[in-house]
């Protein structure tokens, strides 16, 4: 549970962006996250698991001793049949009597004073053994209880972190809209009324080319007639009013071309990129390949995403690659084999 809690706040602390709001939070959560892993695991270890096996330990013992004392008392029973059996005998012999007595009393010491020594401690053992489960696993549940709070609050912090990034990232969003909100009435009213004539000639217009200052706008007609009247001679300047539509058709083409022009250098024009491009990724996780034509990926793997021969071999999700260092050291894509999209990052 440590090791995969750890993996989990290491790929949380990697991910999480500089620019983010919390970023140093979330290092101090990461690292009190693991001390209060260390501290509980410690814990555990020094005042719950190690009385108990404390306790356990006793066990070996004592039941070697059991099998002892049974052994004894076999040997102590067959002294005494051996002793009974020679003084019912028809022919009595004292050295041997006296030699069994003595065997005799030597097992019935041996077998009392373990017997006895038995009699003692196994009735404390088993009388203690409510004692030592009680105090084990109170300070386990103890331990277990100061952790989930403490690991309780950390989370609780975390889910603060997390909130307060959502509303961070909901008020650029309207920041963003709001923004091209107001500027994008201004451009459709600069491209709606372009300059008038008094403004791009003021002398002119100061001269009395409308002297009806009622009218906002020339008269197409107006102007017609009046360079009739003149001799064919015009007093306003040529003037065409600029078509916008068309204006901004062209320029947006002309962005288009010069990003598909752009796009086109990047990926293939570039000596130092192999055949078929298309952008690189660094792996965020490992991956073990487990197919020969698949990619092994080892965490800040710098990997050259590539193009399919036939695109329709390419499975949902999973990319097609070489890793850069291979590549700029052999320049060579015979190598190249499949990994899952998710385990990278694009750059």
């Given at each position: 549970?440590?090791?995969a ?46 009385s108990?096996?404390?306790?356990l ?37 004292e050295?041997?009597i ?16 373990l ?22 696993f ?13 690991m ?23 920041a ?91 990926n293939g ?8 491009f298309?952008?690189?990724v ?50 060579d ?15």
């Open positions: 549970m440590h090791d809690s750890r993996r989990l706040q290491d790929c949380l602390a990697e991910m999480y962006e500089p620019d983010w709001f919390g970023k140093e939070e979330m290092d101090a959560l990461t690292e009190d996250t693991d001390t209060l892993w260390l501290d509980y695991h410690q814990n555990i270890t020094d005042k719950s698991v190690t108990l096996d404390s306790y330990a006793q066990f070996p013992d004592i039941k070697a001793r059991i099998a002892k004392r049974d052994r004894k008392m076999v040997d102590f029973d067959s002294a005494r049949h051996h002793f009974s059996s020679i003084q019912k005998g028809k022919k009595k012999d050295a041997k006296a030699k069994a007595e003595e065997d005799l009393g030597r097992a019935q010491k041996i077998f009392e004073e017997n006895v020594e038995l009699q003692d401690e196994l009735p404390s053992l088993w009388d203690n053994r409510v004692g030592v489960y009680v105090n084990t109170q300070g386990l549940a103890g331990h277990q209880e100061k952790f989930h709070g403490e309780s609050k950390l989370s609780q912090n975390l889910n603060d972190i997390m909130t307060k990034l959502e509303e961070q990232r909901e008020e650029n969003e309207e963003n809209a709001s923004d091209s909100a107001c500027s994008a009435p201004k451009r459709e009213q600069d491209a709606a009324e372009p300059p008038s004539e008094e403004e791009r000639y003021p002398n002119e217009a100061q001269g009395g080319w409308d002297s009806d200052e009622g009218h906002t706008q020339p008269g197409w007609e107006d102007g017609e007639a009046a360079t009739g009247q003149e001799g064919g001679v015009s007093v306003a300047p040529s003037y065409s009013e600029p078509s916008w539509d068309d204006d901004g058709a062209q320029v947006g083409g002309g962005w288009g071309d010069e990003g598909e022009t752009q796009s086109a250098v990047t024009s570039d000596g130092d990129l192999p055949p078929g298309l952008y690189k660094k792996a965020v996780h490992e991956y073990a390949a487990t197919d020969g034509d698949e990619l092994e990926l080892s965490i800040g793997d710098d990997v050259l995403v590539l193009a399919f021969d036939n695109p329709d071999e390419q499975d949902d999700g999973w990319l097609l690659g070489v890793q850069e260092t291979h590549w700029l050291q052999k320049k894509i015979s190598v190249k084999g499949v990994f899952p999209e998710n385990f990278t990052q694009k750059v």
